[in-house]
């Protein structure tokens, strides 16, 4: 809904116009509460309302039903207040930029952009830490995570096609490197941003890419392309990279259109660790409250009249 208020459940909204329905259906073919009229014969109802023991009905019973329900359902939908200490869960949540520097991308013309991109998700991060995996024929963890955003910059900008030693192009190392990152640091929820031209994408990248996916993680894919690259070039695998992220519950883009994954990298922690599993840590739930009060109008059905 905002950034500090939220439904946890919103689905049980959907309840609310199945309950308008009702009172509809209630308020124009129903009798009142009861409808002993329809279940009784109509000569012996009249011989008992003749001794008094029919008293007239009243709707204003089905008003209080329909109330007390949309109230639960309410209540069931959990609007929730961001917690103001949710700052120091943002240890449980983690960025991780895996970047292609083989030759096919780190010999192209974009490299300064990759660079840029690189800086830009890191600073959508917000407070969380960054780290850094340069990646070819093998993935080396550049940047253990941290917060220090500049020491990250010296770091990205001095990355280059000599930077990763093994040929070839192993997407699944940096992935596999990237997990192990995250059970090494206790992390519930991270982000995974993998920066390549799809180049070596294989089963063994799909596994991993489900494998964090499974321990609570995102993997969110940037396709570089370049216009200049030579025919006899290997072309870029849009498809591959748009599959990997989809398997790995997160946000495809591409260089020139990195909106989606800049937009899921800035999720605020609240929102993050809410989406994997842990929101009684970042929201308080008033549902509760909602809930508790749907008890009045079921109360005010037992009332005795005089």
């Given amino acids: 809904m905002t950034e500090a208020v939220t439904l946890l459940r919103p689905w049980w909204l959907l309840a609310l116009p199945v309950l308008g329905l009702l009172a509809w259906r209630a308020a124009h073919r129903s009798a009142p509460l009861g409808d002993w009229v329809r279940a009784v014969e109509p000569h012996l109802m009249a011989a008992l309302a003749a001794r008094g023991a029919v008293r007239p009905g009243r709707r204003g019973g089905q008003v209080l039903l329909v109330l007390a329900g949309a109230l639960l359902a309410l209540g069931l939908a959990g609007p929730a207040l961001e917690r103001r200490d949710v700052a120091g869960f943002r240890n449980l949540d983690a960025t991780i930029l895996c970047l292609d520097l083989s030759r096919s991308v780190a ?125 006899e070039a290997p072309r870029p695998d849009g498809a591959g990279m748009a599959r990997l992220a989809t398997t790995g519950g997160g946000s495809a883009g591409s260089l020139d259109a990195p909106a989606p994954v800049l937009a899921a990298i800035s999720e605020t922690v609240a929102r993050h660790l809410a989406e994997g599993g842990y929101a009684v840590l970042a929201w308080r739930d008033l549902g509760r409250w909602l809930a508790g009060l749907a008890l009045l109008p079921v109360l005010m059905l037992f009332r005795r009249s005089a």
Avoid: K
């Fill in 107 to 231: 010999e192209g013309g974009r490299l300064g952009e990759m660079r840029v991109l690189a800086q830009a998700l890191a600073e959508a991060a917000g407070t969380r830490s960054v780290a850094l995996v340069a990646y070819a024929g093998d993935a080396y963890l550049a940047a253990t995570p941290t917060t220090d955003r500049d020491s990250l910059g010296t770091i990205l900008f001095a990355l280059d096609g000599a930077t990763v030693p093994d040929r070839g192009s192993h997407p699944a190392r940096a992935l596999a490197l990237a997990r192990r990152t995250l059970a090494e640091g206790a992390v519930v929820t991270g982000d995974v941003v993998l920066v390549s031209d799809g180049g070596g994408l294989d089963d063994a990248a799909m596994r991993e890419a489900a494998a964090l996916a499974a321990d609570g993680h995102r993997v969110h894919t940037v396709l570089v392309t370049d216009p200049a690259l030579p025919p």
